[in-house]
């Protein structure tokens, strides 16, 4: 499968894209929105290669909305109390989505699990971080079990997402030391800086260059 070369893409005398329209990007948060924070500042760079055309979410009066009206990005709410069940829920969600043309769907801790048919409605163009190094780890709790298993290097995940938790192939990953007296919410915390690096860095490079899914294997397409 090959995501984003739905348009060419032309490179300056300088080597940098300068192609016309940037990948459109929707993100869904649940919470503070401190990546899409990191996405926002990132896509005021024309040379980045991307643009948050939506940010939505499954619940209203969080920072993370208010962060994307700051920045005068369009939001919507989807809530699942709404829907008699989450099939219904997750068509309204693809529908918000599709609405807003989007290249790359970024989760950007969204705390809901999509399904199978929004999923197939987006083929290989939504993409999440884990902050542990998969395929070890998966769930929310992945820094406390990776300290609990006392292993000395974890990191974070980005990947494609599919039907599994935390399973789908994987886009790139960071590793991150784990210190003696490293607490959950200290290693946490510094998974979280390198997650929002990575997350900036390959969110910009998918915008710019697309990528190939093939079975488990992810490459840039250029």
């Not at 079975?215 to 840039?220: D, E, H, L, M, T």
Request: hydrophobic share 40%; aromatic share 6%; proline share 5%.
């Amino acid at each position: 499968m090959v995501l984003l070369e739905d348009w060419p893409r032309q490179l300056g005398s300088d080597g940098r894209d300068v192609t016309e329209r940037p990948a459109r990007i929707v993100v869904l948060v649940s919470g503070s929105g401190t990546n899409l924070q990191a996405l926002l500042d990132a896509a005021e760079d024309p040379h980045w290669g991307g643009q948050v055309v939506a940010v939505g979410s499954d619940r209203d009066g969080i920072e993370g909305l208010a962060r994307a009206q700051r920045h005068g990005v369009p939001t919507f709410i989807e809530k699942v109390s709404k829907y008699a069940d989450r099939s219904e829920w997750d068509l309204a969600l693809t529908r918000s989505v599709a609405s807003h043309n989007p290249d790359v769907i970024v989760l950007a801790g969204f705390m809901k699990l999509v399904g199978v048919g929004f999923l197939r409605a987006f083929p290989n163009r939504v993409v999440n971080t884990h902050p542990a190094l998969c395929p070890a780890f998966p769930g929310t709790t992945g820094p406390g079990d990776a300290l609990d298993y006392g292993v000395k290097v974890t990191g974070a995940t980005l990947f494609v997402v599919d039907e599994g938790v935390d399973t789908g192939p994987i886009i790139a990953q960071v590793a991150v030391p784990v210190d003696g007296d490293d607490t959950v919410e200290t290693l946490h915390e510094r998974i979280k800086l390198a997650e929002r690096q990575m997350l900036v860095d390959n969110i910009g490079r998918i915008s710019r260059e697309g990528i190939r899914v093939a079975g488990r294997r992810v490459s840039f397409s250029r």
